[in-house]
């Protein structure tokens, strides 16, 4: 996957906190149309200005596919959600790659 760029970001969210100490954040998830099987989860609705414009080129038109409260522990179907939200937290995007697929980044 030559072309893709390395994600540096800087962004500091606020997540709620449930009274157990974990954490909670609404996401958007959107479905990649040029991509199969790939999805974006957003912390904002249409927040796609947080994506780099390399990546978002790559992906191709997003469409909204749901939206959902992510907690630590709650089972998805490919994604750990602990990794989802730290990715939330560090770049303001996650995206999910197919199973048998990674994104590899130039060093």
């Given at each position: 996957m030559a072309g893709w760029l390395k994600v540096e970001h800087s962004l500091t969210l606020l997540l709620p906190q449930?009274?157990?100490g974990?954490?909670?954040m609404k996401c958007f998830v959107y479905r990649s149309r040029k991509r199969n099987n790939t999805y974006v989860y957003l912390s904002e609705r249409d927040g796609f200005a947080v994506l780099p414009a390399e990546l978002a080129a790559?992906?191709?038109?997003?469409?909204?596919?749901?939206?959902l409260e992510l907690t630590p522990g709650r089972r998805l179907a490919i994604e750990d959600?602990?990794?989802?939200?730290?990715h939330l937290n560090e770049f303001g995007f996650h995206v999910q790659f197919p199973p048998n697929e990674q994104l590899v980044l130039p060093e």
């Open positions: 449930t009274g157990s974990s954490i909670r790559g992906l191709g038109t997003l469409e909204f596919a749901l939206e959600a602990a990794r989802v939200l730290q």
